[in-house]
């Protein structure tokens, strides 16, 4: 006869999913109304008790969901709400527009080229075009990337805050710290100190794109540089994957000129500033503050 302890992962997981659905019914009834409304209309459009429906709305407020109007007492859709809608909306822009912009540049380099968003584990592949000169490697949709090892990885290190990535990037400087084998140096070079990660930075700023040569595979480099939104915040890495021969040979800058090119153009249809009338570029965030510069600056 089983144990209780056997049995509870799966209640436990039942409970869990029957109570985001019962939850999704309070957020549902706030979102189709046309603005706040006072709880026992949201309890009604929720099917359930005020005394539930108040439960499920005090975590909401609590998480940004949700909040409620001090005066009225009503309860509307919260900043998170707005936040999430806002970043669908985004990643479906950007997806759908890099969908052109990946197949023109597949066909101007020869190189596969793929498009990837942040997750919480890192960046992650969500559109591709296989090249003619990609050899015996491809990539697949939904692949996550090394964020300091690899060159869409070092793209989102740079252009990301720093809070966005450091739980993925202490994870993969103890794990690099760990494996000391022959095999995993050959690869590409180990990224294990915060001075490893600043020039790391420094250089991709400078360029305005990364590069790194046998970091997913022996024999193949990428090339990766950011896309930016309306409010000059980096939404996805677009790269080109190739021979190391090819794309670190003669191929490199033209390719560059092209992978950088095809990005500004996405960034543009997403709103960012465009080029300027010497074709300098204006889509640069700014670097992050540096206390030694600062100081400097302000004693002039």
Request: net charge positive.
């Amino acid at each position: 006869m089983p144990s209780d302890k056997t049995k509870a992962p799966v209640e436990w997981t039942q409970r869990r999913i029957q109570s985001i659905e019962v939850g999704f019914q309070v957020i549902r009834a706030m979102e189709a109304a046309n603005g706040p409304l006072p709880l026992r209309d949201i309890a009604a459009a929720a099917g359930m008790p005020p005394s539930k429906a108040h439960l499920y709305l005090v975590s909401f407020v609590k998480e940004g969901v949700a909040f409620q109007d001090p005066v009225t007492g009503h309860y509307g859709l919260g900043r998170f709400a707005i936040q999430l809608g806002l970043s669908a909306i985004r990643q479906l822009d950007v997806v759908e527009f890099a969908r052109e912009e990946l197949a023109a540049l597949q066909r101007t380099a020869g190189f596969a080229t793929y498009l990837s968003l942040w997750g919480d584990r890192g960046p992650g592949i969500v559109s591709k075009v296989d090249g003619e000169r990609q050899g015996s490697l491809a990539v697949r949709l939904g692949y996550v990337l090394p964020l300091l090892t690899s060159a869409t990885g070092q793209v989102f290190l740079t252009y990301l805050d720093e809070s966005e990535t450091m739980a993925v990037r202490q994870d993969e400087i103890a794990a690099a710290k760990r494996d000391s084998s022959d095999d995993a140096a050959s690869l590409s070079p180990r990224v294990t100190s915060t001075k490893d990660i600043q020039k790391i930075i420094e250089t991709v700023r400078h360029q305005g794109y990364a590069m790194t040569v046998n970091s997913i595979n022996s024999s193949f480099a990428a090339i990766a540089t950011p896309v930016f939104d309306y409010s000059g915040r980096i939404v996805a890495t677009m790269t080109v994957l190739g021979s190391d021969k090819q794309l670190a040979g003669p191929r490199k800058k033209p390719t560059i000129d092209a992978l950088m090119a095809a990005a500004h153009r996405l960034s543009e249809r997403l709103g960012a500033p465009g080029r300027g009338a010497k074709g300098e570029d204006k889509i640069k965030p700014p670097a992050p503050p540096k206390p030694t510069r600062a100081k400097s600056s302000a004693g002039r």
